[in-house]
């Protein structure tokens, strides 16, 4: 077992971290702010509500563009300047969005170039927004001046806190096949492999015929009769998450040489975005930001929402970020926007704070009247002040401030888990043993456990130290280099216990297969092979001599002819197509143990698996905690914060004494958390 020193893998010798927004006293609150919808009178009200709600952020002028630049090269910044005194008079801060996630029609007029093309060759058009093409050397200059223009007018204006750069990047238009993007792609490609030679070795050319002579032969990944090459496809994802880091740059370039001292940020869209490789944006920005949003029809979407909050912290490298964006109700882009029941705001937000957000923000201030977007909801709803959401972000403000205690202070994690967007990628390309084996299905399937075992989790490339952790889990790392396979195997040497679902360790960064027999990054680590996966038919499912009462547990999806090669088999496989073989295994190595789980095994099932890992981990579950009560640690100087969420709908007892932040009653003993209710439990 791994002697452990009990921290996070960021501690800092002040015991706090530096405040998310240095300029902003307590944590942040409010939300997305379009003046520009709404005639210059309502302007006043919303500054006096904003006070009401105790809002102290507001993200503004993300979608102004054509307001700010309505011909190109003509500016009117007038009513920005306006809006900006009036929040300033009123003490709100500013988060400044550049506005270069819409263009106005006038650009997509003057270039029509720049329209993005999709996969099969269809040109967009506007009318929208993100409607530009990500390489396009026109669009790149129209929004560097625009960029150029607010930061000039606004740094060192006294609402002034931060600069919110573009809105989502490769969100609406993540890849485009325009030739200007083609001619980008064989660009990056050179810098990439430098000769022809390299990059036909490096994408296997030598089959179907694919060798490239010339590099004007090179296309995106267009459409095409069949399969297209899946090294040129996990090139092209890499190229296209570069160009909107590229655009990403050049704003912030900008902003930090205009507007020296003021942080840049963005908002990313943690987990939910397969498209861009977070782990090589998080050094770019001064801090990390997020936006999430339930996915409303599914019964636990709070877990899903507390494994986007960890990814977020753990891109932010532990320390505290912003959420930019979620939602006071249902938002209008789901097939059925269900709305949110009552308390579930506040437990949605303060679940966000306890993993570690030190703001809690909204899309959007104000719902709108027009456009795509006007049922979705707001903090100041269609209805006004009236209505039930305008009562609790009231309520929600003021018990946000009377948290401002917890900024700074870290979460706490138990264990980690390993996610990698370019296996992710190369995991969900085509032709692979079964459509039913995705990326986000298992990560999700193990996260949910450690979370129903009151478990804290960090996400961790593969490739990153892990020492910090006891437990380290790796569901789905079928992309696995050399580094990141040498990375684990020292790792579990050291002491650590790691458990690693099928399918994994099975290609390097080109999507070519390890050689030597499956799972070639991993057989020594594991201490076995596999000769042939088995995947099931849909609806199949096998059983397996298992650890739950009843001695058995079932699996679907997956099986494997899995050969040990020193590894214990602690589980097999009763009937299917590999009965009577090993379905989980564990392998002493080094100091360590390493455990593989040949299956799709899910909930109770996986958790006899997890059982067995957490007592070689020396990990332990807080016992007597309800079901439904989610519980994360904040440690600050000197003090932690426990916060518990009531997701259920009886009361909890849990045992703790301290200050009850919310209420601001003293526990002595046991802290009760009433239904559907947050809780936070401040001890020395
Ligand atoms: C976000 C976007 C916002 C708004 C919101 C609605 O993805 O950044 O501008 O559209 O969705 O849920």
């Known amino acids: 077992m791994r002697q452990l020193t009990p921290v996070d893998p960021h501690d800092s010798p002040a015991g706090r971290l530096a405040p998310v927004v240095p300029r902003l006293a307590g944590i942040a609150y409010g939300g997305d702010y379009n003046p520009e919808q709404w005639p210059a009178e309502v302007w006043r009200e919303d500054v006096a509500l904003m006070r009401e709600a105790g809002v102290n952020l507001v993200s503004v002028g993300i979608f102004a563009w054509a307001m700010l630049e309505p011909a190109p090269g003509r500016y009117d910044f007038g009513w920005l300047d306006r809006v900006l005194e009036l929040l300033d008079r009123a003490g709100i801060g500013v988060d400044l969005g550049t506005p270069t996630a819409a263009p106005p029609p006038w650009f997509l007029h003057r270039n029509p170039q720049a329209r993005p093309v999709t996969r099969d060759g269809r040109v967009l058009g506007g009318g929208a927004r993100q409607s530009f093409c990500p390489s396009s050397p026109a669009y790149a200059d129209a929004a560097a001046a625009i960029t150029e223009r607010l930061a000039r007018r606004y740094a060192g204006h006294p609402a002034l806190m931060l600069w919110h750069a573009h809105n989502e990047y490769g969100g609406a238009n993540a890849f485009c096949y325009c030739p200007v993007s083609a001619a980008a792609f064989r660009q990056w490609l050179r810098a990439r492999y430098g000769t022809l030679e390299a990059l036909n070795e490096a994408w296997g050319t030598a089959f179907w015929s694919q060798r490239y002579g010339d590099w004007a032969e090179i296309e995106p990944p267009v459409t095409a009769p069949t399969a297209v090459n899946p090294a040129q496809e996990l090139d092209f994802y890499r190229f296209s998450a570069d160009a909107h880091l590229a655009n990403f740059r050049r704003e912030r370039d900008i902003l930090h040489r205009l507007s020296p001292g003021t942080p840049v940020t963005t908002n990313f869209m943690l987990a939910n975005c397969k ?71 506040r437990r949605n937000s303060l679940a966000h704070l306890a993993r570690g957000a030190d703001g809690i923000m909204f899309f959007q201030w104000r719902a709108s009247r027009s456009g795509a977007e006007k049922f979705h909801s707001a903090m100041l709803p269609h209805g006004g002040t009236g209505t039930r959401i305008w009562r609790d972000v009231v309520d929600l403000g003021a018990t946000v401030r009377g948290l401002a205690d917890l900024r700074g202070s870290r979460v706490v994690a138990d264990a980690a888990v390993l996610w990698d967007w370019e296996s992710w990628w190369a995991l969900e390309l085509d032709w692979r043993p079964s459509v039913d084996v995705t990326f986000r299905e298992r990560v999700e399937a193990y996260y949910e456990r450690l ?234």
């Open 451 to 684: 979370w129903r075992a009151h478990l804290t989790v960090d996400f961790a490339h593969p490739a990153a130290s892990l020492d910090a952790y006891p437990l380290v889990i790796a569901p789905s790392l079928y992309l696995t280099t050399p580094a990141a396979a040498q990375n684990l195997r020292r790792y579990v040497a050291g002491g650590g216990t790691l458990v690693v679902s099928y399918f994994s360790g099975i290609v390097d960064g080109n999507d070519a297969v390890h050689p030597g027999g499956y799972p070639g990054a991993l057989r020594e680590l594991l201490g076995l092979s596999v000769e042939e996966f088995l995947p099931l038919r849909a609806g199949e499912t096998v059983r397996l001599n298992g650890s739950a009462p009843d001695g058995g547990a079932t699996a679907d999806v997956w099986a494997e002819r899995v050969v040990p090669a020193g590894a214990a088999v602690e589980w097999s496989y009763l009937d299917g197509p590999a009965a009577g073989l090993p379905a989980v295994t564990r392998h002493r190595y080094g100091r360590g143990t390493a455990w593989y789980v040949s299956t799709r095994l899910s909930g109770t099932d996986l958790d006899g698996v997890l059982a067995r890992a957490y007592a070689d981990a020396g990990v332990v579950p807080p016992a007597g905690v309800p079901d439904a009560v989610e519980l994360v640690r904040r440690r600050g100087q000197g003090v932690e914060y426990l916060i518990a969420i009531n997701h259920g709908e009886c009361d909890a007892r849990l045992p703790g004494a301290g200050l009850e932040m919310t209420t601001g009653t003293t526990v002595a003993g046991h802290l009760v958390v009433p239904a559907g209710e947050v809780r936070v439990l401040r001890t020395p």
């Open 275 to 345: 498209n861009i490789d977070y782990w090589r944006w998080a050094g770019e920005l001064d801090l990390i930001s997020n936006d999430h949003y339930l996915r409303a029809e599914r019964a636990d979407n709070h877990i899903e929402l507390a494994m986007c909050a960890d990814l977020t912290r753990s891109v932010a490298g532990g320390r505290p970020w912003l959420l930019l964006e979620h939602s006071t109700g249902a938002v209008n882009w789901q097939p059925r926007n269900i709305a949110k029941r009552p308390g579930e705001l």
